[in-house]
């Protein structure tokens, strides 16, 4: 099963950030958090990951909490093209026997 | 990172045959992964591809409906068998990257009619 909860859809205005929130309150302490998404059922693209440090890369940043229970990944200035399927994903860095297990991601809507 | 080219990237099939995905990695890779998205849903894992070795399947998944084969570290095939309209979803190809934890195939959009 899925280790990470995610609200199914959200949306936002062009230009505006969009925060997407996940939880993944099992997460275990040589976990990452990995994000992608998946644009028009094209194969899922990777946005960014993290430890506990807050990430930041050229296409978003990435908050973990404290605990590191839950994180939210931004997307600073929105486009119509950012509008896909974002997944959240806990696994274990290079480990190749650790299955990456999608759960039901959240539909973000970017409106113009 | 690794670039995967997946083929064929879309097919209308008849019921009752079959199809074989390739995917082809530009590296060696140990593992690879086989993945079904039916429409509207989320990406499920069908199975783990070892060069060498039989592939494990997932729950619900079995050898004789999607053999698969891992000849070499680059290359592997998903075949889906004795297809049916609900065989109909995207297949996707994946393997571990040590900098974006796994790439993609760009996928096999199946339709079966």
């Known amino acids: 099963d899925a280790k990470t909860t995610q609200p199914p859809s959200m949306d936002c205005a062009e230009g505006r950030a969009a925060n997407l929130p996940c939880n993944h309150s099992?997460?275990?302490?040589?976990?990452?958090v990995y994000w992608y998404r998946q644009i028009h059922s094209q194969g899922p693209q990777y946005i960014i990951h993290g430890l506990k440090n807050n990430e930041t890369n050229e296409m978003a940043s990435l908050i973990i909490t404290e605990d590191r229970k839950s994180s939210t990944l931004i997307l600073p200035h929105a486009t119509l093209r950012d509008t896909a399927v974002y997944y959240c994903i806990v696994r274990a860095p290079m480990d190749s026997s650790y299955k990456l297990i999608f759960g039901s991601g959240t539909r973000l809507l970017v409106r113009p | 990172s690794a670039v995967i080219s997946q083929k064929p990237s879309r097919d209308i099939c008849q019921r009752g045959t079959s199809l074989t995905i390739q995917c082809q990695v530009d590296?060696?890779?140990?593992?690879m992964f086989w993945y079904r998205q039916q429409p509207g849903q989320s990406l499920t894992l069908i199975a783990t591809?070892?060069?060498?070795?039989?592939?494990?399947?997932e729950s619900g998944f079995v050898i004789d409906k999607f053999p698969i084969s891992r000849p070499n570290l680059t290359f592997s095939t998903l075949t889906v068998s004795n297809m049916s309209p609900e065989d109909s979803s995207i297949y996707l190809c994946s393997v571990p990257s040590p900098v974006y934890g796994y790439t993609f195939g760009s996928g096999t959009r199946l339709t079966v009619v």
């Open positions: 591809a070892n060069q060498g070795s039989e592939a494990t399947y």
């Open positions: 590296s060696q890779v140990t593992m």
């Open positions: 099992t997460i275990s302490g040589n976990e990452y």
